[in-house]
């Protein structure tokens, strides 16, 4: 069986465009791989978290996960920082990786462009603690949002490169990206990445968002003044978000939506975006709420942990040795 990673930041509250981008992939490939599924929050404490809001947010995405149809029994669902292993491989990374590199990344190079001041070395480095994570477990594949690729890519830069230096030590992961709705816009600026921390609520979807608000903000989302529904996202990139956010939930193909809303207003499309919508957050809130209730995360985190961690102290022992760390038999 081979073997598929992933993460997400406990930063804000998780969006629409985590759950078509990311979580939705994790459910769907979790009979076919060998999963892991983790809490990136060794990631998220790259920008200033609140300790008492990173808890909370923490406790929220794994529910979140398990409400989205994630199974402990087929996954590994555990915490980063629990596993003291991805730090340490982190660190050993980042002495193999340049800074030209890290200063081509996406993310940094943005806040650098804007002139953006209080920019944590760990938000420079960190693309090297998530190649640590995906190499940690042999990763066949990552699935992740387009705005992650970049980083996986680097990542197989840094695992060529060590074994090319110290002989096949770490496997050469894939990014996975959904066909559909790999990067889903903001309601607001269709052209933005619908995002945790967008500054205006009405563009980002959150998935614990009162499903009635969140309704009214697909009946308030941008569109064009074309009145023509297609699927085109560089000249109508506000319907073509919606057509997207529509097919992800609803399993309806683009061609058969475009075809069906022929002759159809934007209003129609946003009523029926928004009740899908609406209906998707009713459920997925529903199980949330038993999940908390149910008090069972402890079990399933403490479980997932140690699972993790046994797996990643043997990988971190293979590397100490090939970097010739180790001294006592
Ligand atoms: P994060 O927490 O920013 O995002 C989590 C996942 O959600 C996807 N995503 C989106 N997909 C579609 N449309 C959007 N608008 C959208 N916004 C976010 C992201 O692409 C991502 O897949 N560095 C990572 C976390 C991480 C990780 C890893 C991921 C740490 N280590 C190892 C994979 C493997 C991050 O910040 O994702």
Redesign the pocket.
């Given at each position: 069986m081979q073997t598929m990673?992933?993460?997400?930041?406990p930063?804000g509250r998780l969006?629409l465009?985590?759950y078509?981008?990311?979580i939705r992939q994790f459910v769907e490939y979790q009979d076919e791989y060998e999963m892991y599924i983790?809490i990136?929050n060794l990631?998220a404490i790259t920008v200033a978290q609140d300790p008492k809001e990173l808890k909370q947010n923490t406790k929220d995405l794994i529910a979140l996960y398990l409400a989205s149809g994630l199974d402990p029994e087929k996954v590994t669902l555990f915490l980063?920082s629990d596993v003291h292993q991805h730090a340490e491989l982190g660190w050993i990374l980042t002495c193999h990786s340049y800074m030209g590199e890290l200063q081509r990344m996406t993310q940094y190079k943005d806040k650098t462009a804007k002139g953006e001041t209080g920019i944590t070395a760990g938000l420079f480095t960190?693309p090297c603690?998530?190649a640590a994570?995906?190499l940690m477990y042999d990763a066949d594949y990552?699935?992740?949002?387009?705005?992650?690729k970049q980083?996986?890519e680097l990542t197989r830069d840094i695992a060529e490169r060590f074994n090319n230096r110290y002989g096949e030590t770490f496997r050469i992961p894939q990014p996975l990206t959904p066909k559909i709705?790999?990067?889903?816009?903001s309601l607001q600026n269709p052209t933005k990445?619908?995002?945790?921390s967008e500054e205006n609520p009405k563009g980002t979807i959150d998935l614990l968002d009162d499903p009635g608000v969140a309704r009214k903000k697909i009946m308030s989302a941008v569109t064009d003044s074309l009145s023509t529904i297609q699927y085109d996202p560089d000249t109508q990139p506000g319907v073509s978000n919606l057509l997207m956010i529509h097919s992800s939930l609803s399993g309806e193909s683009l061609e058969s939506l475009v075809s069906r809303f022929q002759g159809k207003g934007y209003g129609d499309l946003k009523k029926e975006t928004g009740g899908i919508v609406f209906d998707f957050l009713s459920d997925l809130q529903s199980r949330y709420r038993d999940i908390i209730a149910s008090g069972k995360i402890d079990e399933i985190l403490r479980e997932g942990n140690e699972k993790a961690s046994r797996i990643a102290e043997r990988k971190l022992r293979k590397v100490k040795k090939k970097l010739g760390f180790q001294i006592l038999k």
């Open positions: 990673l992933s993460g997400i930041k930063t969006t465009g985590n078509i981008g990311a983790f990136a990631h980063q960190y603690l998530m994570d995906i990552v699935p992740v949002g387009v705005d992650q980083h996986v709705g790999a990067k889903i816009y990445k619908m995002s945790k």
